[in-house]
């Protein structure tokens, strides 16, 4: 079983540009019943950088999680032009 797979691309289904959010992205996993979701953001067009996750049940992500992860994505652009 491979934890990480290298695709040239992934399907909607799960990973999606979130419409709610600045350049937040969001992937979608299922483990047996459980359902998560780990927002991340692009870097150098290739590179995800995972932000935050949480067990979810509905559809859409929760505002409280979308600005965590924007704040993240700032701070890391802000360090990383140092």
């Known amino acids: 079983m491979h ?3 290298e695709l040239d ?3 909607y289904q799960y ?3 979130l419409t709610e959010a600045d350049e937040i992205w969001e992937c979608r996993i ?3 019943r459980i359902g998560y979701r780990i927002l991340c953001f692009m870097d150098s067009g ?3 950088i995972l932000t935050n996750g949480f067990g979810k049940k509905s559809q ?3 505002s409280e999680d979308i600005s ?3 704040r993240y994505r700032d701070d890391y652009l802000k360090r ?3």
């Open 68 to 70: 965590r992860a924007e």
């Open 30 to 32: 299922s483990i047996g």
């Open 9 to 11: 691309m992934v399907s």
């Open 60 to 62: 859409k992500a929760l």
């Open 46 to 48: 290739s590179l995800v």
């Open 3 to 5: 934890i990480i797979e």
């Open 15 to 17: 990973f999606k540009k």
């Open 80 to 82: 990383r032009k140092i």
